[in-house]
C-alpha cells in the first residue's frame, strides 16, 4: 500500500492546512507572550513603587502570584510544543517509511516514537 492511499484511507491529504493558525502564529504562543508581558510590567510596578517610598505590599503579593501561573503555564506551553513536534515528526517518517516498509510497519513505530 502506498502513502497516497493511506493518507486518503486516514483523511491526511490536507494535514497541512491545518498546521498552521492564518495569523501565523498559535494562540497559546501569544498568550505565553501576553503573560510574560504582563509579568513584566507587574515586576517593573513593584520596583518603581518600592524604589518612590510607596507601600506595594498587596502588588508584590499579585506579582508573586502572576511569576507562579507564569511558570505553570510555561510548563503546560513547553509540553503541548514537545508533543506537537514528537507527532509532526512522526507523520513525516511514517510517509517516508510507508513507501519502503509498508504502513503497518510504519505506524507500530510511530507508536513505539510518540510513546511518553
Do not use: H
Not at 494562540?27 to 508581558?37: A, D, E, G, R
Not at 499579585?62 to 508533543?83: C, Q
Request: hydrophobic share 45%.
Amino acid at each position: 500500500m502506498n502513502t497516497a492511499s493511506f493518507e486518503r484511507r486516514s483523511g491526511m491529504e490536507n494535514v497541512e492546512e491545518f498546521d498552521r493558525d492564518p495569523s501565523g502564529a498559535e494562540t497559546s504562543k501569544k498568550l505565553y507572550y501576553l503573560f510574560i508581558l504582563v509579568a513584566i510590567i507587574l515586576i517593573l510596578s513593584v520596583v518603581i513603587i518600592a524604589a518612590s517610598g510607596g507601600y506595594c505590599t498587596d502588588l508584590v503579593t499579585v506579582t508573586v502570584a502572576w511569576i507562579g501561573f507564569l511558570a505553570a503555564y510555561s510548563a503546560f506551553y513547553l509540553w503541548k510544543s514537545k508533543n506537537e513536534n514528537r507527532a509532526k515528526y512522526a507523520q513525516k517518517f511514517i510517509r517516508k517509511f510507508a513507501n519502503k516498509y509498508g504502513v503497518d510497519a510504519a505506524i507500530r513505530i510511530s507508536e513505539v516514537v510518540l510513546k511518553d
